[in-house]
């Protein structure tokens, strides 16, 4: 079990430009989160995949952000036209979708920041 | 929906004290709570989680919660606060029944005092 990895851990881009981070998940979780936080606040929920099936998008995904997880393993969440607004830590996290409790496992994280 | 409301977004404590920190949920189905620390710069790590088993609940680093279905609490203590336990702590719920992503509190601070 090598956890839940994330790449880049730290992007700076400039306004305007694109952004894609990957997750890798731990290897036989078959559940995919992505979240967003942003500094003094908890983590909120984006997205999440079962296997490759993106079930659930949140409000906060604008048409700006696009995720994918092609074949059920790793992960990647792209951020077209990037705007300062989008200064944030996004988190990726992984799990199993049956079992008591169903822990979700969380990554380091990958620091965006926009100027 | 599911939320969660951490009371206090600061808590200082002296070394050796006890550390506190209040969650109080919403759900209209049965709840699974979790707590989860994160240091500087890092992700979060799972301290412990409540699945309808116990009502007191055990995790890492010698903390411990408490589920309060009349109190709709979840409140996270350590007897003896330790330097290390400086991080910020996050409260979060999930419905268990298929739905399992979590919503978070916005968390609490935790400064420990020599």
């Known amino acids: 079990d090598t956890g839940v990895s994330q790449d880049p851990r730290h992007k700076i881009t400039k306004r305007g430009q694109n952004v894609t981070f990957r997750c890798d998940p731990i290897s036989e979780h078959n559940r995919l989160y992505w979240y967003r936080q942003t500094l003094g606040q908890g983590p909120e929920f984006l997205t999440y995949f079962q296997n490759e099936a993106q079930l659930e998008k949140s409000r906060l995904l604008s048409d700006r952000f696009s995720a994918e997880r092609p074949k059920g393993s790793f992960s990647t969440l792209e951020i077209q036209r990037t705007e300062q607004g989008d200064s944030a830590m996004y988190l990726c996290?992984?799990?199993?979708?049956?079992?008591?409790?169903?822990?979700?496992?969380f990554g380091e994280g990958s620091w965006l920041t926009v100027v | 929906a599911q939320s969660v409301t951490q009371l206090g977004s600061h808590v200082s404590v002296s070394e050796g004290a006890l550390v506190l920190l209040r969650c109080n949920y919403s759900?209209?189905?049965?709840?699974?709570l979790f707590w989860y620390v994160q240091y500087p710069n890092q992700g979060l790590q799972l301290l412990l989680k409540y699945t309808s088993a116990a009502t007191l609940v055990k995790g890492i680093n010698g903390f411990e919660a408490e589920f309060k279905k009349s109190e709709t609490s979840f409140h996270l203590t350590k007897p003896s606060a330790h330097m290390s336990d400086a991080a910020e702590y996050f409260c979060?719920?999930?419905?268990?029944?298929?739905?399992?992503?979590?919503?978070f509190g916005a968390g609490t601070t935790v400064t420990v005092r020599a």
């Open positions: 979060a719920v999930s419905d268990g029944y298929g739905d399992y992503k979590l919503s």
């Open positions: 996290a992984s799990s199993l979708s049956s079992g008591s409790g169903n822990t979700i496992y």
């Open positions: 759900s209209s189905v049965p709840p699974y």
